[in-house]
């Protein structure tokens, strides 16, 4: 059973910064893709950026260009995303998603838990 396990969230004022990691239960270099999203409620979930693992392109959405950063530790297994300059509106449940080929070639997203981030003002 795989498994994506985020920790760092919680509660922080605005300005703050977290640091949220999502930790993997298999090597992550088998992942060709692996990224953050969030869903705050009565709206639907947005991809918050994302990375592929083997050149390193990011990509991140509009909202959070500039303020947040996604890295990866391969020796860890883990996917990090550092988090500044947090602003109210990003206060939000986050996920982190993994993407894979299955024996069969087909593609295989993993998901984690998720992981409350709040920000008050």
């Known amino acids: 059973q795989v498994q994506l396990v985020e920790s760092g969230g919680g509660s922080v004022q605005a300005g703050g910064s977290l640091r949220l990691s999502c930790a993997a239960s298999?090597?992550?270099?088998?992942?060709?893709?692996m990224g953050w999203f969030r869903q705050a409620p009565g709206k639907e979930r947005e991809e918050v950026a994302h990375?592929?693992?083997?050149?390193?392109?990011?990509y991140y959405a509009d909202s959070v260009k500039g303020r947040f950063t996604i890295s990866q530790n391969n020796a860890k297994n883990t996917l990090f995303l550092q988090m500044n300059s947090l602003k109210p509106e990003d206060t939000a449940m986050y996920y982190c998603?993994?993407?894979?080929?299955?024996?069969?070639?087909?593609?295989?997203?993993?998901w984690g838990q998720g992981i409350q981030v709040t920000v008050s003002s």
């Open positions: 998603a993994a993407d894979r080929w299955d024996y069969g070639m087909t593609s295989i997203r993993d």
């Open positions: 990375l592929f693992t083997q050149d390193g392109n990011t």
């Open positions: 298999r090597d992550i270099s088998t992942y060709y893709y």
